[in-house]
């Protein structure tokens, strides 16, 4: 594998969650493999998580790692070409990518959507910029349109909490005082797409995702009406795709209580806003899998990181 940078990179869902289950039983059985090798983490947007699972999955295998808040601490970049570059921007990605290329064997990349200019967002300037100019591969630690670190870690989730042959799984939008990417909901929904569940959408109307990305996907307006007989609860807050980035409302009637979700176990990718996005009742419960989430993002990125590391050899 060349680059990951979405759901759409992974040949074999099924296979790649029991190559993660496999390295979380032995974490360092392939501390060989990135031996000599060195990953750049280039940050754009704060992070605990992915910073942290990132380098960590790189030290179970050998690799050494650099981290940049480049956002903060790099130069400012011009994506455009042919820009005359006599305002903010002091270097252009062509420069940066390629320089980048020669202290790194791998290059990481978390940079969010703005949330103003769809086109833009979609066009995914950093991640493509990196990819086009970069001579090294891409892995995608959460840009403008996905997350798919996350997408893997949750299947991996899935995988091992789930007891039935064909589970309801329901992606529920909660309220969120800020407008939120699209990023984690979509690779989710991609993610679900490659599993046999009985996977449903709930959100209020005017929050639709992409169209491209939900397909026939079954949306459910009716929050209570979705959860019924729901095993796992997906929750997340995004702001509307179609009026892009607003926040159209913030009703408290969608936030997450033990009366709503049942038995159903808890799922969010974190951060989370207690009793905003989720009552606290159900966040302390042994319902949630919250922090076993979060453990399994070591294992994501350590799979496609070995992946990725194979098809250097
Ligand atoms: N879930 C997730 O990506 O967390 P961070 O934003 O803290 O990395």
Request: hydrophobic fraction near 40%; proline fraction near 4%.
């Amino acid at each position: 594998m060349k680059h990951y940078l979405s759901i759409n990179d992974i040949d074999s869902l099924p296979n790649w969650v029991e190559e993660a289950k496999s390295l979380k039983q032995n974490p360092r059985k392939d501390s060989a493999l990135g031996k000599d090798k060195t990953i750049g983490l280039l940050f754009f947007n704060n992070s605990l998580r992915t910073r942290l699972s990132t380098q960590k999955a790189a030290m179970n295998l050998g690799m050494d790692t650099i981290v940049m808040n480049f956002g903060s601490e790099g130069w400012a970049l011009e994506y455009e070409d042919g820009t005359v570059m006599d305002q903010g921007k002091s270097e252009h990605i062509k420069e940066a990518a390629q320089v980048v290329s020669q202290y790194c064997d791998i290059i990481a990349i978390r940079a969010f959507a703005g949330l103003t200019d769809k086109e833009k967002d979609e066009a995914e300037v950093v991640l493509n910029g990196f990819k086009k100019y970069a001579s090294v591969p891409i892995v995608n630690m959460e840009s403008s349109v996905g997350h798919p670190l996350q997408g893997l870690a949750d299947a991996i989730t899935l995988a091992e909490q789930n007891t039935k042959p064909k589970p309801k799984v329901v992606l529920s939008w909660a309220p969120h005082p800020r407008a939120l990417p699209h990023a984690v909901a979509n690779s989710f929904t991609e993610m679900m797409q490659l599993q046999d569940a009985d996977f449903v959408i709930t959100h209020p109307k005017g929050y639709e995702l992409n169209p491209e990305i939900t397909k026939n996907t079954t949306i459910e307006y009716d929050q209570n009406k979705a959860f019924e007989n729901a095993d796992f609860i997906y929750v997340k807050n995004w702001s509307s795709y179609n009026e892009y980035g607003k926040v159209l409302q913030q009703d408290p009637n969608w936030t997450i209580t033990k009366e709503k979700i049942g038995d159903a176990k808890f799922m969010h990718c974190l951060p989370v806003r207690r009793n905003v996005v989720v009552a606290d009742e159900v966040l302390d419960s042994n319902q949630s899998l919250v922090i076993e989430q979060a453990n399994n993002r070591t294992y994501a990125a350590q799979t496609v990181l070995k992946k990725i590391l194979e098809g250097l050899k």
